[in-house]
């Protein structure tokens, strides 16, 4: 059998090597999706090492194993790990299998060494693991936030973003923040290092906008998230692309059990406090409802999990000034330029709830002077000062879907996530058919392949896509 090569790598060579230099650096940014890993050293009660243990590390919510052999230095590791509790089981000839608990969190390097007794009877040790006061594996300035933290600790606005200012050394302002509007975040400083410098991620995909830096443009609800994780520093090589803050957000999967949770929120003037300086509050009205549903599809191998959340508010009045024409302008259109497209313009389309303050410009019947003051045959009021009273809506929808598929008993893993959002901020106009609403909209589809080649071997292949408009 004969081989032929390509004539153009034949004889261009460089080109694919050229070729694929273009490709990874017109990537996006990707890093890697389950950032947890853990590791350790297999023990015999007098604190030698044990080769050759069998390692199996079990997702309980999941029942996805994973398998490793502790090498001739007695040490296990398993990569690419999801946020969660785990338990770990050790077996190694001689000895009594060794069963321990363990919580992985994100971009945690978790050291848990297994110490092994003598085999003399067919039972099993159970053990609780707790994370140490002091991990030597760590070196990260990092908190985690935990299911339950996120959920119950209060939020302004439900704005996930603003638990950033809960981890030590962080400080700012939250800007009154949602998780409706793109292209804001939290004036979050750390480190000597401005809020532009900051990274947003979700699921191991940067979030953080390639327009204005520092800024986020999706912002999940609170619960559909497993974790935050907050750097300040010590941060891990792939995330060079922040020195300030990196915000890491992981979203939750599905499990074998159907879980789910609520909310509604109603924030009114009533429920607002008043202060010796602001005793009155301007009127407004806020209401949020959201869900999250998660659950098995196919038991130990297919799952989901889907949130929803919608914002429905008229934001407090405010009252601004505008510059309007008079009611005298109008008659005198009607009577002297009946049929022209100004005269059709004001007449059809009149203001409504505006304050006439007073008048300032004044006008001739020909239309041809104006004037700030009446004199000669300019003594037609022209233009208004006036103020209007304004308490424009302000909406928000978002919604995600996120599937996971086990294959080969959890060697494969396909992890499919959708984002959307549309937010609505009501512009209201003096003449209220002209009034608009500034609408944006947020895209994210991210696919990501974990395929396991052995206990130390495996590879990522991720593809995400986001898009804003508006």
């Known amino acids: 059998m004969s081989s032929r090569t390509l004539p153009f790598l034949r004889r261009r060579p460089s080109r694919l090597c050229l070729l694929l230099v273009v490709l990874m650096l017109a990537a996006s940014p990707l890093w890697a999706q389950f950032s947890g890993r853990l590791q350790g050293t297999v023990l015999d009660p007098t604190g030698a090492v044990v080769a050759n243990a069998n390692v199996t590390l079990t997702n309980p919510d999941t029942n996805q194993v994973a398998h490793s052999v502790s090498d001739g230095s007695g040490q296990y590791h398993f990569e690419s790990l ?47 693991e707790s994370t140490p006061a002091l991990d030597p594996e760590e070196n990260r300035v990092q908190t985690t936030l935990s299911t339950e933290q996120v959920r119950t600790l209060p939020l302004q606005n439900r704005g996930t973003l603003n638990l950033v200012f809960s981890a030590p050394g962080v400080s700012g302002y939250t800007q009154n923040l949602d998780n409706f509007a793109n292209e804001e975040t939290p004036d979050a400083n750390a480190n000597g290092h401005f809020s532009g410098s900051n990274l947003y991620i979700i699921d191991g995909i940067t979030s953080t906008s390639n327009v204005t830096g520092g800024t986020n443009n999706i912002t999940p609800n609170p619960d559909s998230l497993q974790e935050i994780a907050i750097q300040t520093n010590t941060f891990s090589p792939e995330f060079a692309g922040g020195a300030g803050v990196t915000t890491e957000l992981t979203t939750k999967g599905g499990s074998n059990t159907f879980h789910g949770a609520g909310e509604y929120s109603f924030y009114n003037q009533d429920l607002q406090a008043r202060s010796y300086f602001v005793p009155i509050v301007s009127p407004y009205k806020q209401m949020e409802y959201s869900g999250v549903l998660g659950g098995p599809i196919w038991k130990n191998k297919t799952f989901f999990e889907a949130s929803v959340e919608k914002k429905a508010a008229t934001t407090p009045a405010t009252t601004g000034f505008i510059a309007t024409e008079d009611p005298a302008l109008r008659t005198l259109l009607q009577n002297n330029f009946p049929g022209t497209i100004g005269t059709k313009l004001l007449t059809t389309f009149p203001t409504q709830g505006v304050n006439r303050l007073s008048v300032k410009y004044y006008t001739s019947p020909d239309l041809t002077t104006q004037c700030a003051t009446p004199s000669g045959t300019c003594t037609i009021p022209f233009i208004d000062n006036a103020s209007q009273t304004t308490a424009p809506y302000n909406n928000g929808l978002q919604y995600s879907l996120r599937l996971d598929q086990l294959f080969r008993g959890g060697k494969d893993r396909v992890y499919a996530y959708y984002f959307h959002i549309d937010h609505e901020v009501q512009v209201i106009d003096p003449r209220p058919q002209f009034s608009s609403s500034n609408d944006t909209t947020s895209n994210l589809y991210h696919i990501n392949y974990t395929h396991v080649f052995s206990p130390s071997l495996l590879n990522e292949a991720s593809f995400a896509y986001d898009r804003v408009d508006g």
């Open 82 to 128: 999801a946020p969660g509790n785990y338990r770990l089981d050790a077996v190694a000839g001689g000895f009594q299998p060794q069963q321990v608990a363990i919580t992985v969190t994100t971009q945690q390097v978790a050291n848990v060494d297994v110490k092994l007794t003598v085999l003399q009877a067919n039972n099993t040790v159970q053990v609780t």
